[in-house]
């Protein structure tokens, strides 16, 4: 009795050190979940609500252009082309996200896709790259997030 005891004991702890080891959060790994757990606390510490930023989303789709962002009120308000300054359409402006909306993007790809490389900026934690391959074996389902320059406002 007292080895049928200690045998599930042991596969209990292996089954416990197991999932803490292959996951924190769903389905994300304990590093990955905790840098992200990270970077969004430190974004959502900041309390911004308006701010502008450039992005750049890079992938075989249509509207592959940087666009400077504004956010007021935690919502996309516009954005211009930075190439030129002109405003970018309506159609355009509805696929922009805000930076929790990015991070959702983030936490996606973190539970689903195949290889996800993600860099977060050290001072407001918000993604400055997300470099996603939903499918290691597909053609041309790789995208790229870059946000760069984001502006608080006050």
């Not at 990270?38 to 789709?61: H, I």
């Amino acid at each position: 009795m007292r080895a049928s005891l200690r045998v599930l004991n042991l596969t209990s702890s292996l089954v416990l050190f197991a999932t803490a080891t292959c996951s924190l959060d769903g389905s994300l790994g304990p590093v990955r979940s905790i840098e992200f757990h990270s970077a969004l606390a430190r974004w959502d510490r900041q309390n911004v609500e308006d701010y502008d930023f450039d992005y750049l989303r890079s992938c075989f789709c249509e509207n592959v252009e940087e666009v400077r962002v504004h956010v007021r009120n935690g919502v996309v308000a516009d954005a211009i082309y930075t190439r030129d300054d002109s405003p970018v359409p309506p159609s355009v402006l509805a696929t922009l996200p805000t930076i929790p909306e990015l991070f959702e993007i983030v936490r996606d790809a973190l539970e689903d896709a195949d290889e996800v490389q993600v860099e977060y900026d050290p001072t407001y934690g918000h993604p400055t790259r997300v470099d996603i391959d939903w499918l290691k074996r597909a053609i041309d389902d790789e995208i790229l997030y870059q946000v760069e320059d984001l502006t608080p406002l006050p």
